[in-house]
């Protein structure tokens, strides 16, 4: 347990050294907010962009609040989605190209606990930057548009989140496969869309996919109520998280020789 808070310790100092808990944060809420600004402003927004007929009226159906957060979850499934892969992508790879890696595996610390403290460290930067951009998003959604109960607003970020465990898991075990940044970056985006795209295009067979979750949490604002699909859904991510999180820390030990 010990080694496990060293490592914890070290990869969130690592990720302040890196920047990433400020660029991350930020661009997050840069995409949350404009959800809302830019449904409440399109009016004016068309009409200052010009080329409309002399005489021409804009009218443009309000969105309500929930509608506004359902867009902003969609925004967070495409750009957020390749932020975080990209946010992660040089986790193990960094090391291995700096020697660090190397150093690490002089001490007496198993896969598991370097894994570990990676998959949380990172979990808790990428939860903590959706948590802060999706609650300003709901705030400036309160001001400009409907009322949405906060209830509701964490239970469908918690809903949510679960995308987030289970991108971390796949795109760890991606890093134990390969060494390139690039090659990282790239397989795990494709994976994650793939897994995206069948379940759109076969919604029959995958009612249990981690690409519900987003549809999910849309439900749950919609239909203000934990749906039984949800349940299964979130399970279903939890178990796959598992179990990429075991065949990472399984890959890592069988290429690095930890133990050995």
Known sequence: ?????????KEMKEGA??????????????????????????????????????GAVIEIPMPSGEEVL???????GTI???????AMMNVISHERQTGALAFVMMRPVSAFQY???????QLCILLISLAASYILTWYYT????DHVAWTLMLASLAVYSLWIVFLVAVTLFVGTLLR???????????????????TTLLPKYMEWS??????????????????SSATLVSLSTLALSVLFFGLAVYMFKKFERFGE
């Open 142 to 145: 309160n001001i400009l548009f």
């Open 17 to 54: 050294r890196s920047g990433k808990w400020v660029w991350l944060p930020i661009v997050l809420m840069v995409i949350g907010i404009s959800q809302p600004l830019t449904n409440f402003y399109m009016p004016q927004i068309l009409e200052m962009a010009g080329n409309l007929p002399e």
């Open 180 to 198: 390139s940044s690039g090659g990282i970056a790239g397989v795990s985006v494709v994976f994650l869309s793939v897994i995206s795209l069948l």
């Open 80 to 86: 957020g989605t390749l932020l975080f892969v990209l």
């Open 210 to 227: 981690p690409g519900n979750l987003r549809a999910e949490a849309s439900n749950i604002l919609l239909e203000g109520e934990w749906g």
């Open 70 to 76: 359902i867009g902003t979850l969609s925004q967070y």
């Open 1 to 9: 347990m010990r080694n496990f808070i060293i490592l914890f310790k």
């Open 115 to 121: 894994m570990a403290s990676k998959y949380v460290a």
